[in-house]
């Protein structure tokens, strides 16, 4: 019995195929081009429905073939020799419908005379209505355009057999759901509509039970809001710079293409200007990049002419590039639906993915907001070591030079080294090593490892441990106290001596510096290593020696602490006083000096004395008098 349950199983999981669908020879060889053999459970469980000319109403998140579900079963059953649109496609974003449209060209390949065209605002009308005049089988529009057609009568919807609304929840979110109504009550009568939405909100509801007749409501449930085979790690913004932490990913981590998604226009503009100052091959797209420019920007991305593209939200929908193996959040996103559909833009069709979350501690909030969310753990990652870096940099500089080998035509070369080794009597190694300094020109081929790095995820448990060394017991761990004995007569205490300072080289690697709050200041240890390892963002095991003084204090810290941070650490308060740090050894920074801040507690009450003589009331009369709650007493 066992036995018959599992061939009757295996015997189900082999006929869920393409080719028991129905599906045209045609579609199947553009399928089986595409590299799909076998359908997801929404294309399983849609396709055969459509196909049978039913409503739909289909709820799926992002990325599990929703397109393929309904492209293909209008493909099968379009009738070519009609010029008029036999088919409506409503996305939410100009990005989305490209895409659709591309997604039915695909499969139309084996389908000559096939025509598709994408409408949408930022377009100009001349191409889309010359289109429109010479015939089209399918049109994908945003609805805003669709409605300029409709009203110009450029839009001829009379053949119409299918609707389908792509993304309904994203429409209803941009504000849309308007414009979708307008165009659903001029539809014609006898229509098949099909539904898709990653979640099903009341107005999407409303206008599933309005306009569709006995839909088919198919729900795929995902255990997780974002696709299992997306690998997420996120790296805690400390020590290095954002930009530098994003070029050591770039060189050591392999990847085919990436988006780097940041916040702001502005961001991702000057994020791909310095990308491409570094030799990456990147570009920007963000809402003021014309869509003409956003096309072929995007098409460069497919082409492999640009590896990177930078961009705001404006490209987290509807971007499907099968190059796409990674996605970066440079900026993180406020809001978790943001991050799931950035992250969609990767492992799609089954493929794996790598989604990347550079996060501040600040942010640490929305970070536990998303795994919520996504029901699924972001697993801390460790940037590329410089050794890593130089690794890679190492095996693409021999693998060049062993292109050059076999690319061949170096005859002229050979025969010019071989006359510059004669005549200069030196040894071609040292002629190939000035060579590749000249290939190399003023970049260096090798990183150089940074003298001051900093790691601040050990931070807050490093400068907690100094604070709690150098801190006064609790008055709790003190013993218990019996009879005190009657406490003789104190002699008058002698002037503190003061400290002398005994000479004594720093550590290896630090140099010692020397900030003016000491003693007389109230400063502790605890207090000057929280001070620099917050300010400097420097791990507090980094900071050294610590010698305190009467008004000033010398401390070790590592070699090549840079410029910009020594200037902010003189500004930085500290019991009262500020830094202004200098090398033990200059001139104490003494000029422009603060005033200290006055402990809370001592206000100065000098001259505001003041006499308290008998209070006067006017006439000599006596102060009014508040009669008892009881009544006046009696005499």
């Known amino acids: 019995m066992a036995d018959a349950r599992r061939r009757y199983a295996k015997d189900k999981a082999v006929s869920i195929t393409f080719e028991s669908m129905g599906l045209n020879k045609a579609l199947l060889q553009a399928l089986a081009s595409t590299g799909y053999t076998t359908p997801t459970p929404i294309q399983e469980k849609a396709i055969p429905d459509v196909m049978a000319g039913k409503d739909l109403l289909g ?13 293909l079963p209008i493909l099968a059953r379009i009738d070519l020799s009609q010029s008029k649109p036999q088919a409506l496609v409503l996305a939410p974003t100009r990005e989305l419908g490209i895409q659709v449209a591309e997604a039915f060209q695909r499969y139309a390949t084996h389908m000559p005379g096939f025509h598709v065209l994408p409408i949408y605002g930022g377009q100009s009308y001349g191409p889309q209505l010359s289109a429109l005049r010479r015939g089209v089988h399918v049109v994908v529009g945003t609805p805003g355009r669709i409605i300029d057609h409709l009203e110009k009568g450029s839009l001829d919807l009379s053949l119409l057999t299918n609707l389908v609304l792509d993304e309904a929840d994203e429409m209803l979110r941009m504000g849309f759901i308007d414009d979708v109504e307008t165009i659903l009550k001029k539809m014609p009568a006898i229509l098949q509509t099909a539904l898709f939405s990653a979640t099903m909100p009341h107005a999407i509801r409303r206008i599933a039970q309005t306009y569709l007749k006995d839909p ?12 299992d085979n997306i690998r997420q790690r996120s790296w805690e913004v400390s020590g290095l710079h954002k930009l530098d932490a994003l070029t050591r990913i770039l060189e050591a981590e392999p990847f085919d293409a ?6 702001t226009k502005l961001a991702t503009d000057e994020l791909a200007e310095k990308l491409q100052a570094r030799g990456f091959a990147a570009a920007a797209i963000n809402g003021d990049v014309v869509q003409a420019q956003r096309e072929r920007t995007i098409q460069q991305l497919k082409d492999g002419k640009i590896d990177i593209l930078v961009a705001t939200d404006v490209a987290a929908r509807g971007l499907d590039v099968e190059r796409i193996s990674h996605v970066l959040n440079f900026d993180v996103p406020h809001d978790t639906e943001s991050y799931v559909h950035r992250i969609g833009r990767t492992g799609r069709a089954g493929r794996s993915g790598e989604a990347i979350l550079f996060i501040a501690p600040r942010e640490r909030n929305l970070l536990r907001a998303i795994e919520r969310a996504t029901r699924q753990p972001i697993t801390p990652m460790e940037l590329p070591t410089v050794a890593d870096v130089n690794d890679v940099r190492k095996s693409k500089f021999k693998q060049q030079i062993t292109d050059t080998l076999a690319g061949g035509e170096l005859t002229e ?20 090593t000035a060579l590749a300094k000249m290939a190399r020109g003023d970049v260096p081929l090798l990183m150089e490892p940074p003298k001051f790095e900093a790691k601040k995820r050990a931070f807050d448990r490093d400068v907690a441990a100094a604070t709690d060394k150098f801190s006064k017991p609790s008055r709790f761990d003190k013993p218990a106290r019996g009879e005190r004995p009657a406490r003789a007569e104190r002699p008058e205490r002698p002037a503190f001596p003061k400290k002398q300072r005994e000479a004594r080289a720093p550590d290896e690697g630090k140099s010692t510096f020397r900030i003016e709050v000491g003693y007389d200041h109230g400063v502790k240890p605890g207090n000057i290593v929280g001070a620099i390892a917050n300010e400097a963002g420097l ?13 000033h204090t010398l401390l070790d810290l590592p070699d090549g602490m840079p410029p910009e941070i020594m200037t902010h650490l003189k500004t930085v308060w500290c019991a009262g006083q500020q830094l202004r740090i200098t090398r033990d050894g200059e001139t104490p920074d003494t000029a422009g000096k603060a005033p200290g801040k006055k402990p809370f507690g001592a206000k100065s009450f000098a001259g505001a004395k003041k006499e308290f003589g008998p209070r006067k009331f006017a006439g000599d009369k006596p102060p009014f008098k508040k009669p008892h709650r009881k009544g006046p007493p009696t005499a």
Do not use: S, W
């Open 539 to 551: 791990d507090a095991r980094h900071i050294g020696r610590i010698e305190i003084f009467e008004d």
């Open 258 to 263: 990436m988006i780097v998604f940041a916040r």
């Open 413 to 432: 070369f050979r025969k010019l080294i071989e006359d510059y080794e004669r005549e200069m009597n030196v040894p071609a190694i040292e002629i190939a």
């Open 216 to 227: 088919v409501e198919i729900t795929i449930e995902a255990k997780t809001r974002t696709a």
């Open 59 to 71: 709820i799926a998140q992002t990325g599990t073939g929703k397109t393929a579900a309904f492209a």
